[in-house]
């Protein structure tokens, strides 16, 4: 493409073509000359008259130059405005409404709202941001994360931000998390290799064939535990699985007795109903809080959202709801231990962060 286009190429041959024509222009006004007699070798009224008809043609001769120099000018200023901040700015798409992808948490026990964290997140930026249209998408995990690294205008709270992630994903840290635990029968607690602090040996149970896993597709578990899950050797026994409810549903075959372990945080059990038959365990090595947040693609249209986003979460008021939101669903035990954790994230959530693009 080329020309008024807008293309790189296009504007670097316009600006060449205008340089030149105002080279030109110029020239021929610095060239102007009067193609008439030498008033000296004429007199009286012939000499004036020559003289009169001579400076006509050579105002004439000056208009013309100095039209054609307006006209190679006019282009050039047009081609720079074009280039500036300002423009480029106005060039950036704008974020009038956002289509939040969530699991289903429907009939899960102890959920009022079927939308769980995104029906709150939803009410939280349009508290801050109105005139921001705003719907919601029921999707797993694996189609959400190929929905965003299509680059469809679709965004999604409360994942896990891992490196991998953040090249399809704008990221902005809401949440920080204690670590995914096992989730295991209690009947079959003794079963599970573990050390003397009573931590689980995820590795050597990825090895056991005798006890079968649920594990979740396309699900970060954080960083430590993905890591321990890329390494695990083949085992029939370990199975990976896609349902609509992000896996509140694998915990309930394992109280139904399909499976007898999954991996996921420990506000599940809560959300589940907190059923008496399974418990959580912590992982050995896994044992940091995890950064989640929201996620919008890699583009200029992601990046407007993600900074929209930021603006209406980044107050005190709307940390403190954000904290509210998580506190409700750890018990006091895991809040005292992670509590000068906590208050430092919520006290720098408080105030916009930094979004690079």
């Given amino acids: 493409m080329d020309g008024d286009t807008g293309h790189p190429r296009g504007r670097t041959a316009c600006s060449a073509r205008c340089g030149d024509r105002y080279a030109a222009a110029v020239t021929s006004l610095a060239r102007l000359r009067c193609n008439c007699a030498h008033p000296r070798f004429l007199a009286g009224r012939a000499r004036r008259a020559v003289a009169d008809r001579c400076l006509a043609s050579r105002g004439r001769g000056t208009a013309r130059a100095l039209s054609d120099v307006a006209l190679a000018i006019v282009p050039m200023i047009a ?3 074009s280039l500036s901040p300002r423009a480029a700015l106005a060039a950036e798409p704008e974020v009038d409404r956002i289509t939040w992808l969530s699991s289903d948490n429907t009939g899960m026990q102890g959920v009022s709202d079927p939308t ?11 508290r801050h941001w109105p005139q921001l249209k705003q719907d919601i998408l029921i999707a797993n995990t694996k ?7 299509d680059g469809q205008q679709v965004c999604r709270a409360n994942v896990v931000r891992t ?11 809401t949440q920080l998390t204690p670590p995914p635990q096992l989730i295991v029968r209690r009947d079959l607690l003794a079963r599970v290799p573990r050390v003397a602090s009573g931590e689980v040996q995820l590795p050597a149970l990825l090895a056991d064939d005798q006890l079968r896993g649920a594990l979740i597709d396309g699900r970060s578990y954080g960083p430590a535990l993905d890591e321990l ?4 050797p083949p085992n029939a026994a370990v199975s990976f699985y ?30 589940t109903g907190h059923p008496k038959d399974l418990v959580s365990v912590p992982i050995q090595g ?12 890699r583009t200029p249209w992601g990046l407007q959202a993600i900074r929209g986003i930021n603006r209406a979460l980044g107050r005190p008021e ?33 105030r916009p962060a930094k979004i690079d693009p």
């Fill in 286 to 297: 896994a044992s940091d809080l995890v950064m989640a947040g929201i996620a919008c693609p």
């Fill in 116 to 126: 769980g964290v995104t029906g709150n997140m939803i009410k939280l930026v349009g």
């Fill in 318 to 350: 709307a940390a403190a709801s954000l904290r509210r939101g998580l506190m409700r669903w750890l018990t006091p035990e895991t809040q005292a231990h992670y509590a000068a954790q906590f208050d430092a994230f919520y006290r720098e959530r408080s």
């Fill in 143 to 149: 189609r959400s994360w190929q929905m965003i690294e």
């Fill in 163 to 173: 490196p991998e992630r953040e090249k399809a994903a704008y990221f902005l840290n």
């Fill in 242 to 271: 896609a349902p609509r409810d992000f896996g509140g549903r694998v915990l309930q075959m394992l109280s139904l007795g399909r499976a007898d372990y999954a991996i996921d945080l420990d506000m599940a059990l809560i959300m």
């Fill in 79 to 81: 081609l720079v405005i």
């Fill in 229 to 232: 899950l890329a390494k695990r």
